[in-house]
């Protein structure tokens, strides 16, 4: 009984971790609308609640095409989609056009460096379910803060960055890489990465 109590004694004083007991707070993945990615997702689709890296040799390289499908869905359900410092200014027309409902879009300006604290601070928000950012110059613990703020505001993170970032390990529970209309799974937690790349085909 002692053993009991002292145990119970820990818990109540937070000095050692509980997980929390599997299948309870399941939050269902995003599918990305990529039917051929989705199949091969654990989960099928972005891991929610969660940072995925997006890796490409240079901004334009179909990375608005493979997230548009699941952008489009969250602004029509009139949830916020949040934009840091992209590379380039959104093209209204192209972003309607794909779907995305412009008025649960937000764009928001920020030098390099206040961009990673304005994504980690919409991501924790809680008040955005994607958060998109480029973050150029990121370390290892910069992008473990992105991925637990978007643990801890249940938000859809993304990050763009350069496909050169592959070789270096990284917290983001998902990892693509995108080349010439394709898109290869480098890291998928919880199942193994297909071999060889994907087609990008959006399902109708």
Same mark, same amino acid.
């Given at each position: 009984?002692?053993?009991?109590?002292?145990?119970?004694?820990?818990?109540?004083?937070?000095?050692?971790?509980?997980?929390?007991?599997?299948?309870?707070?399941?939050?269902?993945?995003?599918?990305?609308? @990529?039917?051929?990615?989705?199949?091969?997702?654990?989960?099928?689709?972005?891991?929610?609640? !969660?940072?995925?890296?997006?890796? %490409?040799?240079?901004?334009?390289?179909?990375?608005?095409?493979?997230?548009?499908?699941?952008?489009?869905?969250?602004?029509?359900?009139?949830?916020?989609?949040?934009?840091?410092?992209?590379?380039?200014?959104?093209?209204?027309? &192209?972003?309607?056009? &794909?779907?995305?409902?412009?008025? $649960?879009? $937000?764009?928001? @300006? /920020?030098?390099?460096?206040? !961009?990673?604290? &304005?994504?980690?601070?919409?991501?924790?928000?809680?008040?955005?379910? &994607?958060?998109?950012?480029?973050?150029?110059?990121?370390?290892?613990?910069?992008?473990?803060? #992105?991925?637990?703020?978007?643990?801890?505001?249940?938000?859809?993170?993304? /990050?763009?960055?350069?496909?050169?970032?592959?070789?270096?390990?990284?917290?983001?529970? %998902?990892? #693509?890489?995108?080349?010439?209309? $394709?898109?290869?799974?480098?890291?998928?937690?919880?199942? $193994?990465?297909? /071999?060889?790349? #994907?087609?990008?085909?959006?399902? @109708?």
């Amino acid at each position: 009984m002692g053993a009991v109590m002292a145990l119970e004694q820990l818990l109540e004083s937070r000095q050692v971790w509980r997980g929390q007991p599997r299948g309870t707070g399941t939050v269902a993945a995003h599918p990305t609308g @990529h039917p051929a990615l989705d199949a091969r997702l654990p989960g099928g689709g972005w891991p929610p609640a !969660a940072l995925s890296e997006v890796l %490409l040799a240079a901004p334009g390289q179909g990375e608005l095409a493979l997230v548009w499908p699941t952008l489009a869905r969250l602004s029509q359900l009139r949830q916020t989609v949040v934009l840091i410092a992209p590379p380039h200014l959104p093209h209204a027309p &192209a972003w309607a056009g &794909a779907g995305v409902s412009l008025g $649960q879009l $937000q764009v928001v @300006h /920020a030098t390099p460096r206040e !961009a990673l604290w &304005a994504a980690e601070q919409c991501m924790r928000s809680a008040a955005c379910a &994607a958060v998109l950012c480029w973050p150029g110059h990121a370390d290892d613990r910069a992008l473990r803060r #992105l991925q637990v703020a978007a643990e801890t505001g249940q938000c859809l993170g993304l /990050a763009f960055r350069d496909a050169r970032q592959a070789r270096n390990p990284s917290p983001a529970p %998902l990892r #693509l890489q995108l080349d010439a209309g $394709q898109v290869r799974v480098l890291k998928c937690r919880g199942g $193994q990465a297909p /071999a060889q790349p #994907l087609p990008l085909a959006v399902a @109708h």
